[in-house]
């Protein structure tokens, strides 16, 4: 069978590329094997400011204008709701804190999304004695939902095989690969941090991080908004909670774990005050690289292999733009951003 594009990967990089080939009308055949669990995972939150230091993420607005209308998009395609809109409050942990809110306001790229006014509100259950600082346009993509149902729709369509993709069967003819009955001008490599296992592209520096969630049942919590303290708690409805997350450097598996769960349960200790129950746990390995760009671009030698990884952190905000970029570069000939290609890294 011969086809345009092979995808290895269906997180939030392989959907992000499929939909550019559903759009251009391509082929393709779409191998997942369920090895990564970060998109599944993921607390699927988009925000345009880094709270910890009051800076607007890398590219946000330009990254933002593209994402919301994709996930609209796909809420039309599916007849799901997927974009969850509110706000997120900062708790102040000190005064200086709070100045330093202050002084962000009036930095060119933050203006449009922090609130002036302190919020002083008490919230039951929630601690908080300096406030909280509104951020706007915020709000979170039900990401395992998404992915789910994406997996289905390709699934009914027969374009997506449930099984490991096998680097050591590919075959390269003069501008196609074959790979066991198939034949594809390319495959784009989209597999998370299973970038790891592909031979092609395994000396890119991932700097991969796991992360660990709580799902619990707060019903004496009533928040309707996203609260950033020490670590986030999300409300899902129903009185559920995704609280995180972890960041841990040396465990590669994801498998939750003891030690995550402590960590979490000591740090909800200095957000909230009333009782909860823990309803479940889960992990993920986060594809981020060492300066905190994606990784997008050709291998050097074999041209019919690409690589969309690297979202770290931020996977929901970037996965549309860099796979538009990825999508232009194979098919138009259009220059990839600099701080996003893997040439970076060519010596
Ligand atoms: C705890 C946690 C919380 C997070 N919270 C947020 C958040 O709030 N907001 C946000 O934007 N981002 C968040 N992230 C980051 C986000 O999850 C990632 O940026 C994003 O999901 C990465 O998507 P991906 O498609 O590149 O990788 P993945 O989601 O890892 O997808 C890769 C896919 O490739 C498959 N695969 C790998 N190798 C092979 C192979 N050989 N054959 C077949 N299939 C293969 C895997 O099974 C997997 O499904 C979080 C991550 C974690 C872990």
Redesign the pocket.
Known sequence: MKIDYII?????????FAEELLHANKSFL??????????????????PVILKRFTPVWNAKEQLEIALPFYEKLERKFNQKFDEKFQTKKAFKSIEEQNNWFAALDKPNLTDYLDSIIDTNKYQGVIGDLGFGNVKETG??D?LTL?ESYRNYLQKEHKIRF?????SQIVFQESTISYKELTADKIV???????K??PFFNQLPLNE?????LIIHAPDLQIDFLLKSTL?V?PLGNDLYKV???FNWKDKT?TPSEEGKNELIEKLQKVLDIPYEIIDQ???????VKDRRPLVGVHSKYKQLAL????????????PTVAKQLFQHLEHQQKLDAEIDINRFSS
């Open positions: 290895v990967g269906l997180g939030l990089a392989g959907l992000a779409v191998f997942e094997d369920d090895s990564q669990t970060s998109s599944l995972v993921a607390g699927g939150v988009y925000n979170r993509i990401t992915v099984e490991k993709f096998d680097y490599f989209c597999e998370g941090f299973g970038m296992q592909n991080a796991k992360g660990e969630l986030f999300l995180g997350a972890t994801s889960t992990a993920g390995i986060r594809p981020t969309l990884n690297g979202l770290g952190t931020r996977g929901v905000m970037i996965a």
